[in-house]
């Protein structure tokens, strides 16, 4: 929006290193928690930091299609609540192990329904999706508090929470393998293959760079939109499933969740406004985002610190992308 | 945001687009008269009961004066909520129940506003971060810094200090004259100042306004500034009215999608460049009808908030389904 478009004379040759810097990031965060905390370097250690990272890794990554489709999705939080809460625990889940096998396909069936409310309000009554959706955060809140009455009854059967708490141990090589970590890794490859290496992802970025040129070329623009935000909403479900495994349940569980997302695809490098992002880029985003957490809580920074290294973090991620972008004349 | 639609503007659709605030205003009043009648509440249909409702809305008022600007500009503001609940602690913390304090609390609370509007005009501008993100990151980080500091109702207002929310001429409160007389004197600098047509010519295209010789940074640092003195007033006549101020209490009101919604329902256009003060004003009044509409109907106040959600998406749909341009 702000981008200048006059070409600049001094074109900088340098060329861009071939690794996205968020990796190198993770790596220096991952070396700096296992300095201060050995601890972190045996299987427990890091398999717990990844089963941590796991429901916001799978939800950034889902977050990162609207955000590469040139919108946000801010109600993902809430849709993690609503369905957690709702559905998961105070009225359905009374306790009974077999429920899960239907409850989660339920929930995800709330998700998509979410996602394509939303994906039709920004397609076809043009509402901009951070108004639509933040519109949609405190509709399904409002919901979540009136149908669980304040507080959520009831608790998650274990078959639930399976997917979030569950550790396979005695596996060679590193001891313990946490359910959390193999959804990490199947979904996030669902999510990579989905958006580089099939031509929907290639549309995707193209609604994303300039839509009325990807609607010249014969993209649907309107269902391609509509389908990022139904990816979304039902990764923000799948993500919801594996956080609700892995704590206890209230109504403020997806709170903050749309603002983490959004800061992992920017630490991704993702473009905000569409047309650029990665998905493993974005998990390592999450990763970092994680990893920063830890650093603050091993040097012992109260939870509020976090809202402000998450703001410094958003804004200073997008003012760097900004100015390389600026300086390499695109 | 501010590309050219590639089709022409139909001029009666135009007009319409004009009076659509009043149009629904209107319409609001009407719902709200009828269902008064219809249940026989006569008793809400005085003069009293209508300063009272126009009275509720006085945050979101003097909040949303504020949004118009950065709205204009083609900017927006997501940290006016956080902004809010910092001016109301800042206000009640340093007034500490002492009415000496007054001024100087009110002096630190106004120079808060302005430095984190300046730090939001300055990091969209200069450092080119959209508005979006460089507001919500002021957002997180107002808040943290709060809430690492306070975790409750902290300090409190001196009587003296809480006539700006009680006091009243007659029956009308001092804060409602205070709120109309700032949006007079928000529509007086849109109208008839330099600055004010700068800032419609900065927020229609800015290009172009920047190639007719405007400064366009200043203009828009200058918006964003205006923004969080607002939000920082209204924070102040929320610590009043509290009697206190607590670091949850911006977040709570949703001061943020409210002031947004209210600016676009008073048909100010979201890509910026189009509207005005009064629209605004009209949009403040709809919201507090229609939250007079729920009280008198007796909705639950869990069933409000899913109903504000989705009203607010139908006010933005109502005016942004018939643009041409492409939204993300």
């Known amino acids: ?98 429920s899960t096998y239907w409850i989660i396909p339920l929930m995800l069936g709330i998700g998509l329904v979410v996602g394509l ?62 359910v959390a970590v193999i959804c990490l890794v199947v979904f996030g490859t669902i999510l990579w293959w989905g958006m580089h290496r099939t031509n929907y992802g290639r549309m995707l970025h193209a609604i994303g760079d300039n839509p009325q040129a990807a609607r010249l ?43 983490q997302a959004i800061t992992a695809a920017v630490i991704g490098g993702a473009q905000l406004l569409g047309g650029r992002g990665s998905v493993p880029a974005t998990i390592a985003g999450a990763l970092a985002l994680e990893a920063i957490f830890t650093l603050l809580n091993l040097i012992g920074l109260a939870q509020p610190v976090r809202l402000v290294v998450q703001g410094l973090i958003l804004i200073g991620a997008v003012a760097l992308a900004t100015y390389q972008r600026k300086r390499a004349g695109r | 945001m501010t590309d050219t639609p590639l089709t022409a503007s139909k001029p009666p659709r135009f007009r319409f687009d004009r009076h659509a605030s009043t149009i629904l205003l209107l319409a609001a009043i009407a719902i709200y ?69 007054m001024l100087p609390a009110i002096l630190a609370v106004l120079s808060l506003g302005a430095v984190v509007g300046l730090i939001n005009g300055l990091v969209i501008t200069k450092l080119e971060v959209n508005p979006l993100i460089a507001t919500l990151g002021m957002s997180l980080i107002i808040q943290g810094v709060l809430s690492y500091y306070y975790n409750n109702f902290a300090g409190a207002v001196p009587a003296e200090f809480q006539v700006f929310a ?30 004010g047509s700068d800032i419609y010519s900065v927020g229609g295209n800015q290009d172009a306004a920047r190639l007719a010789g405007i400064k366009t940074a200043r203009v828009v640092i200058g918006a964003h500034v205006i923004c969080s003195l607002c939000a ?23 001061y943020d999608l409210e002031s947004i919604a209210v600016v676009v329902i008073g048909g100010t256009v979201l890509a910026g460049g189009r509207g005005g003060i009064w629209g605004t004003m009209a949009g403040v009044i709809i919201f507090s009808l229609i939250d007079s509409i729920f009280n008198v109907a007796g909705v639950d106040a869990f069933v409000k908030q899913v109903l504000r959600g989705i009203i607010i998406i139908a006010a933005v749909a109502f005016y942004a389904a018939r643009s041409q341009r492409p939204v993300a």
Request: charged content about 10%; cysteine-free.
């Open chain 1, 1 to 98: 929006m702000t981008e200048q478009t006059a070409a600049r004379p001094e074109v900088s040759r340098r060329r861009l290193p071939g690794v996205n810097p968020v990796y190198v990031l993770v790596v220096a965060l991952l070396l700096a928690i296992f300095i201060m905390n050995p601890a972190f370097g045996e299987p427990t250690g890091y398999m717990n930091f990844l089963k941590r990272v796991a429901a916001l890794a799978i939800l950034s990554g889902g977050a990162l299609y609207v955000i590469v489709s040139g919108g946000f999705d801010l109600s993902v939080g809430s849709t993690m609540t609503l369905t957690l809460t709702v559905i998961g625990s105070s009225m359905l889940a009374s306790n009974d192990p077999n």
């Open chain 1, 217 to 259: 070329a014969g993209v649907p623009v309107q269902r391609v939109r509509i389908s990022a935000f139904v990816v979304s909403a039902l990764t923000a479900v799948l993500a919801g499933v594996i956080l609700g495994g892995r704590g206890g349940v209230s109504v403020d569980i997806g709170s903050g969740y749309e603002l």
């Open chain 2, 232 to 254: 920082a007033i209204a924070g102040i006549y929320l610590a009043s009215r509290l009697r206190s101020g607590a670091p949850w209490i911006g977040a709570e009101g949703v």
């Open chain 2, 33 to 101: 008269i009828v269902l008064v009648v219809a249940l026989g509440q006569t008793r809400f249909l005085t003069l009293d009961n209508l300063v009272a409702i126009l009275g509720r809305s006085i945050t979101l008022g003097i909040t949303a004066i504020g949004q118009t600007f950065a709205i204009l500009v083609a900017s927006i503001d997501l940290s006016v909520a956080s902004v809010i609940s910092a001016a109301a602690v800042v206000t009640s913390v340093v007034m500490n129940g002492e009415p000496s304090m």
């Open chain 1, 117 to 178: 409310i939303n994906g039709l309000v920004v397609s076809y009554l043009k509402v901009p999706s951070l108004i639509a959706t933040l519109g949609m955060m405190i509709t399904l809140n409002g919901v979540a508090f009136m149908w669980s009455g304040g507080a959520p009854r009831g608790y998650l059967p274990d078959t639930f929470r399976f997917f979030g708490r569950f550790n396979i141990s005695d596996v060679p090589l590193i001891g313990i393998l946490p």
């Open chain 2, 166 to 195: 009680y006091g009243s001429v007659g029956i009308v409160p001092y804060s409602l004259i205070f709120m109309f007389a700032l949006a007079g004197l928000a529509w007086f600098v849109l109208r008839f100042t330099r600055f």
